[in-house]
């Protein structure tokens, strides 16, 4: 028997998930070198373990990310003096031949147009091969993690300045890539695939394997993105430069705000039925509000002409934070282009494998001391502190039986999506509600609890099993209703008990 790493539950030996939390397992077989010396011993769709080579070279140091159909390591290259790499992997893993096809096709694709690009914002590629049935890329390592995981770390939203920015950056990148010629559409744009570089003040683009060369000739191109951040042309192969500007958009809103375009992909962005980006967060800027709203209009013509137009228009833009908030530009450097960190012991501390008293040097991945400042290994500066997240509002887990609390979760973010973990799908809810849901009653994305006016408000997305409050079902998905302090939310046959701080 084994135990799950992350939560302690037990887990079969060809288990490759907690059924508890989720959590990718690693096989614990005897690990050799792959493709150097002794082969490998592991499942075909294992995780690879610290320690194992790949072609000879590449050192396993760790797993930083991935999804269903592989995972992204940081790695050593013994070749030249320990040079940190980022290795991404694709496994095959597809019984349908032709799906097999699209996969490797897009995998490849992604290793060719890397290798032609040359931004500061788009990352070198440095190899690419085969190996025991999976597609390696290497690439650039990049330290400072992704906008999603900032996201998350600094409890829910961003300051305008900090955002903006990123967006002058990404605007930059997308403008080179519109200009080639062909042009190269990038179409899945989201605070997932932007990364951070502290050590060089700069976003990073990365997942390039549905990004296209378009001919402008070339119809019914029909590759999408991810809902919510894809515009409405996209899923039907209408794609075109002004698609990443919407995604774009999309990405700032949500940055901004802390809304989820994902919870109401198609109409969040329907102003005319929906809260506008000041509703949401009172302390943006009018000008602000009026970039994003032209930026994710649903017409391109709508939108603006071109990346560049953009980025002059954001250029504009920062030279009025300057002028009006230019006490907190420091703050806003160091949030954008900081290492953040969780202190340990705080309340997401355990979700993002943060040890109390050791954390991990973010740039070689060695164990230090939580208060160092500097690594003892490779001398990189280590992450900056942000203050802990304090929820107002917490949601109770009670027994079906004896009405008991289970569990709580706490809602720290101005919008909590409420639902069942798929790390096949990569999709990891803000409340997961997966360890007391024995009979998968929770859909994957079931309802959202969000601040808005001074107090919280629920609503039903479109699940197979419905949301009640107090016994009643809501009306319909996707139609907002009050919570109150002590209302009784029944997601699947999970029952949830909703207390607010400010009125208990």
């Known amino acids: 028997m084994k135990f799950c790493a992350r939560c302690g539950s037990p887990v079969q030996p060809e288990d490759l998930f907690c059924g508890e939390c989720g959590a990718r397992q690693v096989f614990s077989g005897s690990f050799g070198e792959v493709g150097g010396g002794r082969p490998g011993v592991f499942a075909p769709l294992a995780e690879l373990p610290p320690g194992a080579v790949l072609r000879g070279r590449y050192e396993i140091v760790r797993r930083v990310g991935g999804g269903g159909m592989g995972n992204v390591y940081q790695a050593r290259d013994r070749h030249l003096n320990g040079a940190v790499r980022a290795v991404k992997e694709m496994i095959e893993m597809f ?49 400072g993690g992704d906008l999603a995981t900032r996201l998350q770390l600094v409890g829910g939203r961003f300051d305008e300045l900090t955002v903006t920015l990123w967006a002058l950056q990404i605007c930059d990148v997308l403008d080179y890539l519109h200009t080639r010629q062909p042009p190269i559409i990038y179409r899945d744009l989201k605070p997932a695939n932007i990364m951070i570089d502290p050590g060089a003040n700069r976003v ?168 160092d400042l500097y690594c003892a290994y490779c001398g990189a500066r280590q992450p900056i502190e942000v203050e802990p997240m304090r929820a107002s509002a917490y949601l109770f887990v009670l027994d079906p039986r004896s009405g008991e609390v289970r569990a709580t979760q706490a809602l720290l973010k101005e919008s909590n999506l409420i639902g069942r973990a798929d790390p096949i799908s990569g999709i990891f809810p803000d409340v997961d509600l997966s360890p007391y849901d024995p009979g998968a009653t929770v859909s994957r994305r079931h309802a959202r609890i969000w601040r808005a006016e001074g107090g919280y408000w629920i609503e039903d997305l479109a699940s197979v099993n419905g949301t009640l409050v107090n016994g009643r079902r809501l009306l319909s998905p996707r139609t907002p209703q009050a919570l109150r302090d002590g209302d009784r939310v029944q997601i699947g046959e999970v029952s949830l008990l909703f207390r607010h701080e400010g009125q208990w």
């Open 204 to 371: 990073v683009l990365i997942d390039f394997g549905i990004a296209r060369v378009v001919a402008p000739q070339e119809k019914g191109v029909t590759a999408v993105g991810t809902m919510g951040y894809a515009p409405p042309e996209l899923f039907s192969g209408q794609v075109e430069p002004r698609s990443d500007i919407y995604s774009l958009g999309a990405t700032m809103f949500h940055l901004l705000t802390g809304v989820d375009p994902r919870d109401q992909p198609l109409l969040i962005f329907d102003f005319t039925r929906n809260p506008t980006p000041r509703q949401y967060n009172p302390e943006l800027t009018p000008q602000m509000e009026r970039l994003l709203m032209r930026a994710v209009a649903y017409a391109p013509e709508d939108r603006f002409a071109s990346a560049r137009e953009m980025k002059s228009a954001l250029d504009e833009h920062l030279a009025f934070l300057r002028e009006q908030r230019g006490d907190r530009l420091e703050h806003a450097y160091r949030m954008a282009f900081g290492d953040l960190v969780r202190r340990a012991g705080s309340e997401v501390a355990p979700r993002l494998d943060v040890a109390v008293g050791m954390v991990y040097c973010s740039y070689c991945g060695m164990s230090i001391g939580a208060d």
């Open 95 to 143: 019984s349908d031949p032709a799906l097999r096809e699209k996969a490797i096709l897009d995998f490849q694709r992604e290793a060719r147009l890397l290798a032609s690009l040359r931004h500061p914002s788009i990352p070198i590629i440095y190899d690419h091969f085969v190996e025991g049935g999976r597609y390696y890329l290497v690439m650039e390592f990049i330290s």
